[in-house]
Structure formats: C-alpha cells, structure tokens
C-alpha cells in the first residue's frame, strides 16, 4: 500500500485552498461537500474590487504566508505555481498538517482518489499516483455497474438501525438479518425506489427476527489456484463469514476475499509439521456451527474431489448442523483450460477418470487394467511422487509406452509449468523439471494438444 486510505471527517472544520484558478475551486467544492468551513487565499497581491460569490468559503485576496497552516485541518495548494506550491506544502509539512498539491505528487503528504459518490456510500479509488487513468476508468465501471440508488439503500438501512439493535442482541444474528435485507426483496425494493414497501416489509421483518441465530457451515471450493476462478457463490460464503478454515492448497489470494474480520484457521498440512487430524477438523466446524457462526471450510479445488469433504460433511449433518457444499473448479479441469488440454475429444478420448496417486503403504492400490484401457484421458491427482510406479504399472497392464503425458505444476496460478513428453519418459519428465507439489499428471492422446498446439488436428490424429 504506497497510501494509507481512510475517510476523514471535515465536518465543521477548516480547511484551506491556496489559489484562484479552476483547480481551486474545484477543491473548494470538494470540501464544502464535505461539510468544511473552507477558506480560500487568492495569492492575489492587488486585491479584486468586486465581491466574491462565493458565499459559503471565505476568501482572503493576498499572498499566502507560512503561518497560515497552522489554523487548518486539511490544505489545497493549488496555485498553478511549482515554486508557490512547494513553499505552501513545505510550511504545511512542517506544521504536520496533510497537504495536497494538486498535480504534484511529490509535494503532497495525501492524494485525493478517484470517487464514486453515492452519499452516504463513499467509494475512493487510488492508485498511489501510478495510473491515475487506471483509477479513473474503475471508477466509471463502479459508476455505471452500482445501482443508482445505492446510497439510498444505504440511508434507508442506517434509519432502521437502531431499530434492529434493540431487537436483535447477538451481533451475528443482526449481521446475518443485515446481509438478507441487502440481497433480498427489501433491498431490491429500495432500490427500485419503492420505499413505502420495503418500510412496511422491514418493519414486520424486525417484530418477527427475535430469534436466535442458527450456525451454518459452508463447505466451499476455493479453485485450484487463479482467485478469479471462484465462484460467484464461494464469494458470497466468504464476504458472510464468521470464520474460516483453510487448507494449504487455498492461495492467499483467495484468502484475501475473506471478509476483513473473520477469523482465518489453518488447518492444512505442511510439510515437517503435525496436520491436525480430520476428527479434530470434523469436531471443531461443529462446534463452532453450534454456537451459531457462520463456518465456512474452504477446500482446494472441489471439496468432493479427493478433498475428505464428504466425511465433513456426513459429520456435520449427523448432528442436525445446516450444511451448504459450494462446488469449485477441481484441479484437472482448471489445469486442462490453462494448458489448453482438451479433457475429453472426439477420436481421442470419450472418457477421463480422475485418478489419486496417493499412496496409503508403498504403491497406489488401484485397477491398472481398467486404467490402461484406450480411449481415456487420466488425470492424476497426488501423482509425482509416485509417477515411476505409476507409469510402469500402467505400461504392464497394456498401456502404449509411447502414449503422450503432460505434468501440470502450478497451474491457473502465475507460477504454472507445462512440460510434456510420453508415459515412457514419464518419471524422467518430473525428476528432470524438478516438477514439486502441487502438480497433475494428465495421460492421453488429448496431451498432445498442449504440447504442439500449433499442429493442425490432423497431424495431431496421425501421430497418434
Ligand atoms: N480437492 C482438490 C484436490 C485435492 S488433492 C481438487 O478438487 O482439485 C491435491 C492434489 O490436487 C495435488 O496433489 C495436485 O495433484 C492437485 N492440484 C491441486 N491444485 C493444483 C494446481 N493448481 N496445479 C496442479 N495440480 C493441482
């Protein structure tokens, strides 16, 4: 963060805009909308004969002077001047009073952001002086995608608020009737400018929500990595948390999405460290469901594809706790779209099996026959420590050596590796890349898509 964002209360009190032109006045503006008494210095030395019309700010027709900062809470310079700005941002600096001098960064000890103003909603966009441009189109994308009335919703929900304190004690259970009236039909009635509904909804709402608050978990799919492969529901699940507990495969920035104040639990493995058992896992998301929170249990990938969700889930639904499962994009589907490895296509594969390497005592106890027939793709989770196994096995049970493979490191996320070669070769292939966890063995004709994407699908049907 190359600046710290906060909004800062003017209300009542004085700020400062040193100059004449447009810039300054635009500031002016600013700050009375901000509810500033503002004062304006004109940095004129012969003083206008007509009067201002600027009733609400005062205006002093003379040159500004270094002991002027010290009267105000916030001060513009915007004179046009480089040489007067600079003397107007040193005497604010050095009186500590945050100073912005308009267009020029490196006199400024604050910059104003990009805003969305929907009053009482607020949005400020910065780019820590970067890409103002960049700041400025978010900002249209936010003016045009929020609703406009917005900041109506937001004005209706603060005249309600001491209303549903007094009826509702527990802090979850209001923020929980808080998240239903900003996503329901009170919601949506305000902003289509029916109030007089959404007044009559939410007050019967408010008489009837003196219940106690039920705990829920949501079992979620974070992806395999890429944030934005989240889905629109595993967002939602987040942004309502309570708390959250996460595996080693959740990135952090997936994390990131969490609301600010949930707690985060690691319960992942790493390598060197106890992993906390499942039934420690399965008792705590209990627990904590049963004093009422809102649990979310983020799972790498899909929570049911070789991620132990099931046995959460079962867990939690024998003892009557409400349970959401929120599927995600398993690791061989978004490994296949990033390396462009169709799963399944026409002459080359009309099945894929998503196979665990994992190895509960010395080797993958699996049916390498079915495995090795034709016409499958494999996608092999849990795969690279056991890849020589794996290959030799699948090669004895009649699988073509020479079948292509590509080993998926990373993948979705920035650090992603492709590299390709034949089952043959397959061990070879991790070994000599160093490929480490996580990665995905996909096996199959379908592979060679990746590997030579520039070959026409015919050549690409020859080879095979
Ligand atoms: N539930 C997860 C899988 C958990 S098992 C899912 O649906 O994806 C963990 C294995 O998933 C890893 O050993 C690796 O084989 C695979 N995996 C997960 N994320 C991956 C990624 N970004 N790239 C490659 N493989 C990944």
């Known amino acids: 963060m190359k600046t710290f964002p906060i909004f800062l209360s003017l209300r009542g009190r004085p700020a400062l805009v040193v100059g004449d ?60 001047d480089a040489l007067e700005d600079a003397r ?42 970067t890409a103002p441009v960049l700041a400025r189109q978010l900002r249209l994308k936010l003016e045009t995608d929020l609703p406009r009335r917005l900041g109506r919703l937001a004005a209706f929900a603060g005249s309600f608020r001491a209303a549903v304190k007094n009826a509702i004690a527990d802090f979850g259970a209001r923020r929980a009737l808080w998240d239903d009236i900003f996503s329901g039909p009170i919601g949506e009635a305000v902003l289509r400018g029916d109030e007089t509904s959404a007044r009559e909804r939410m ?12 705990g829920i978990v949501h079992v979620v799919g974070a992806g395999p990595g890429d944030p934005e492969l989240l889905t629109l529901k595993a967002l939602q699940a987040l942004q309502r948390a309570d708390v959250v507990f996460y595996d080693r495969l959740v990135s952090a920035d997936v994390m990131d999405f969490a609301r600010r104040d949930a707690e985060r639990v690691f319960v992942g493995k790493t ?36 991620g132990r969700g099931g046995e959460e889930v079962a867990h939690l639904r024998a003892r009557g706790i409400e349970v959401v499962v ?80 590509s080993v998926v490191e990373n993948g979705t996320t920035d650090q992603q590796r492709v590299v390709s070669g034949t089952l ?6 991790v070994s000599g ?12 004709a379908v592979t060679l898509a990746a590997a030579d994407a520039d070959r026409p699908v015919e050549a690409l049907q020859a080879a095979v």
């Open 203 to 214: 007050i019967s709402l408010i008489n009837r929500s003196v219940t106690p608050p039920r």
């Open 326 to 405: 929120v599927p995600g994009i398993t690791a061989a589907a978004g490994c296949a779209a990033a390396a462009q490895i169709p799963l399944t296509q026409r002459d080359h594969a009309t099945a894929v099996t998503f196979v665990t390497g994992h190895a509960q005592n010395g080797e993958p106890d699996l049916d390498w026959r079915a495995l090795a027939s034709f016409g499958q793709t494999l996608a092999i989770y849990m795969g690279i420590a056991q890849a020589e196994v794996i290959a030799a096995r699948l090669i004895d049970a009649g699988r073509d050596p020479a079948t292509p493979v």
């Open 271 to 306: 390598p060197g460290n106890p992993t906390m058992p499942q039934e420690e896992i399965n008792a705590l998301l209990a627990r904590r469901a049963q004093a009422g929170e809102r649990v979310v249990r983020l799972k790498g990938g899909d929570p049911f594809i070789f």
């Open 433 to 444: 890349n160093n490929i480490t966890s996580p990665a995905l063995l996909i096996i199959g």
């Open 21 to 80: 032109g447009h810039m300054a006045a635009a500031k002016v503006r600013l700050l009375r909308d901000a509810g500033a008494r503002v004062t304006r210095i004109t940095n004129r030395d012969d003083p206008r004969v007509e009067p201002h019309q600027d009733d609400a700010s005062r205006v002093l027709d003379r040159p500004f002077r270094t002991a002027d900062v010290t009267a105000y809470a916030l001060i513009y310079s915007a004179t046009g």
């Open 88 to 129: 107007v941002a040193a005497a604010a600096r050095a009186a500590n009073v945050p100073v912005n001098a308009v267009d020029r960064p490196a006199l400024s000890t604050f910059i104003t952001p990009a805003i969305v103003d929907r009053d009482p909603i607020t949005i400020a966009i910065s780019s820590g002086g």
């Open 424 to 429: 043959r070769g397959l061990a070879r292939l």
